[in-house]
């Protein structure tokens, strides 16, 4: 209706039906076109366009550009198209641009504007050159640009992920193992070879000759994952440099499609060397002081064997404290993102089934940590006075479930007992591993004592079984690490040492008497508590809402740091990240006021109880809690601080801050009153 309404008068092109039959056989295509078109005709390019053409140009120029001269019309593009107008408009060739930025002014702003689009001659025997003007067939790609520059932008962002992790990775397609991506660290420890494209056959031939290629294919053909712990590879650092034996732990991992069949292998692993070959010479040293001082003194044979022992657990302890720390670093985004998958999948039974194994996959190898700790004597304990009596009676269902319907479970508690020093929560896990142990000894059922009495300055708990007991050479290791007597796969071995860690760390002590045929009694000798003992906390329901409060969130590890970030926003909460002690400080100073701050505690520059220190002198009342996947966390460090260890599951860290904020509430509300 415009382009009829229009007084072309006004314009060069004179009324419409003076119009030569080639302008008004292009402008009948142009109005009947649903595809965005636009005519510049004759010697001032006067212009013309259809509806479609409209939606893109903005009310600056439409409808007022009607007729009007093509270079007033686009003057501020002109530079770009004018050439391209004007070589059409001589007889040259066509031009066809896709995707090209022409930014232009449209509703009353600049945009960066994306064309796919082609000027075309549109021949006019009267016309100079034989060419009336020029057909614009174009469309406006701006949204699918965009698109594709997210798409890139976050392609890249995970290629730099992939490429700093600090573990090896590799991914191979095809029964060839063809690599596809490596990071930077696999790159450095197959010394600097460009590998992408090509077969691990042909580029790493060390690792056909060291049975690493047949794993490979082992893996591709039968779908199943392969694990290896201090494997040796024997690999030039360099070209022409002679080969260095490296130690690594690492694992291949079948790729799948979308219908599971195998289409590559992910190999990730660590490179162990310098912890392999240290662990070397201290079990080389260790051998050579233990046969210089067992031929210097005979006599004191025992004492020694003593020594050596306190000091290889002193060692696998710190061993296992280090290690911690990162494992529980790395377990916590794990913990955290299955767990808050398994929350929004339920409409997918099969993702929320594998899912759920995951989860339940991080949750022991979190217990596992665990028990590592407890028998190195690293873990951080929330000790407290415990009334025994309300412990065990507490625990009782769990506990007459866990060891089964064939065994009789007697409970003998004294009356008036002091509350002991312990963590209540570690040691109602060690009960229970006790439990199943003696469950273990009696296949064919039996009875399970608990008998708990005072004894000194101590309280003394006795787990007796009516099993088939051990034999001395037995029972000589029984507490040692990872010594067990069960099948493959069904045992760690770690079971009473996370008992004898926990006691030991406790400040009491573990004894252990058996007989074949005649059972097992183990005897816990806890420390009695200096102050009364202290109601267990209700377990919490569902996920709080978090009600927008604003939540300061220091930790250096980002993986750590965007999965409790994460839950927390799910949550309902508001969440200033910080990389570090420094950030955080500066968020505070700039007038950041957060409901609670939760920070790590082993963090570059400055620690977390540091960082709640300098806190607490300019909000002394805010709510603080201490996370931490460190395993020698001293207690006079976080005295006065609510502390979380490494890896939690995120319903627990959103619980336990809810919690926190409540009683600050509260103790405001009530100071107020």
Not at 7 to 26: C, F, H
């Amino acid at each position: 209706m415009l382009m009829r309404a229009h007084d072309w008068t006004r314009s060069s092109l004179g009324a419409p039906g003076e119009w030569s039959p080639a302008l008004k056989t292009v402008v009948q295509i142009l109005l009947n076109s649903g595809h965005p078109m636009y005519v510049c005709w004759g010697a001032d390019g006067a212009c013309l366009y259809n509806d479609a053409y409209r939606r893109s140009i903005g009310p600056e120029r439409h409808p007022g550009s009607l007729g009007l001269p093509a270079r007033q019309v686009w003057d501020e593009i002109w530079d770009e198209i004018g050439p391209q107008i004007a070589q059409v408009m001589s007889g040259g060739e066509p031009t066809w641009h896709e995707n090209a930025l022409i930014p232009i002014t449209r509703n009353g702003r600049r945009d960066d504007v994306y064309w796919t689009y082609g000027y075309s001659p549109i021949g006019d025997a009267a016309m100079p050159n034989g060419v009336g003007g020029v057909l614009v067939v174009c469309n406006e790609t701006t949204a699918m640009v965009d698109t594709q520059q997210r798409l890139l932008a976050e392609r890249e962002r995970l290629a730099r992920l992939f490429d700093r992790a600090p573990s090896f990775l590799a991914i191979m397609s095809g029964p060839k193992h063809r690599f596809e991506l490596v990071n930077a660290s696999y790159v450095r420890l197959i010394g600097g070879r460009d590998v992408i494209g090509m077969e691990i056959a042909v580029v790493l031939t060390e690792a056909v000759d060291q049975g690493y290629v047949a794993l490979l294919d082992g893996v591709y053909r039968s779908g199943k994952a392969f694990n290896s712990t201090g494997a040796r590879f024997a690999i030039a650092p360099g070209p022409g440099e002679p080969a260095v034996d490296r130690y690594l732990d690492f694992v291949y991992e079948p790729v799948r499609d979308d219908d599971g069949t195998v289409t590559g292998v992910f190999c990730e692993g660590h490179d162990v060397t310098e912890a392999y070959v240290a662990q070397q010479k201290l079990l080389a040293l260790t051998a050579e002081l233990q046969g210089r001082v067992e031929l210097a003194v005979r006599a004191s044979e025992a004492a020694l064997i003593r020594l050596h022992e306190a000091r290889r657990l002193d060692t696998i302890g710190e061993l296992t404290g280090g290690v911690a720390h990162d494992f529980n670093n790395l377990l916590t985004p794990i913990l955290g993102g299955l767990d808050l998958l398994t929350r929004k999948l339920g409409g997918e039974p099969r993702l929320q089934r594998t899912a759920g194994l995951a989860l339940e996959a991080a949750e022991r190898a979190r217990v596992l940590v665990q028990r590592l700790l407890a028998f190195g004597r690293r873990q951080t304990l929330q000790s407290r006075a415990v009334d025994l009596e309300a412990l065990i009676n507490g625990a009782r269902v769990s506990f007459e479930r866990a060891v089964g319907t064939t065994i009789a479970v007697t409970i003998d508690v004294a009356a008036n007992l002091p509350p002991v020093e312990i963590d209540p929560a570690q040691l109602e896990l060690a009960l229970l591993n006790l439990g199943l142990n003696a469950r273990d000894a009696m296949p064919g059922g039996g009875t399970l004592a608990i008998v708990v009495r005072r004894s000194g300055d101590d309280v003394a708990v006795r787990v007796a079984d009516t099993g088939h007991g051990m034999a001395p050479e037995t029972l000589a290791r029984a507490i040692e690490p990872f010594f067990t007597t069960k099948a493959i796969g069904q045992g760690t071995g770690l079971g009473l040492s996370m008992v004898q860690g926990l006691v030991a760390q406790s400040g009491g002590m573990l004894t252990l008497t058996s007989q074949p045929g005649a059972g097992t009694t183990v005897e816990l000798r806890l420390p009695v508590a200096v102050t009364a003992a202290v109601a267990a906390t209700p377990a919490l329901g569902s996920v709080p809402d978090g009600t927008g409060a604003v939540i300061l969130l220091v930790d250096d590890e980002e993986l750590v740091r965007m999965s409790i970030a994460d839950g927390l926003r799910d949550a309902g909460y508001t969440v200033v990240e910080a990389s570090s002690a420094a950030t955080a400080l500066a968020y505070l100073h700039g007038g950041g006021i957060p409901d609670a701050l939760v920070t790590d505690y082993l963090m570059p520059g400055m620690t977390g109880t540091a960082l709640a220190a300098e806190v607490r002198r300019s909000l002394p009342g805010l709510p603080i809690l201490l996370i931490t996947g460190y395993a020698n966390l001293e207690p006079d460090e976080a005295r006065g601080l609510e502390v979380m260890a490494k890896p939690f599951r995120q319903h627990d860290v959103v619980a336990r801050l809810r919690a926190l904020i409540d009683r600050s509430s509260t103790l405001h509300a009530t100071a107020a009153s």
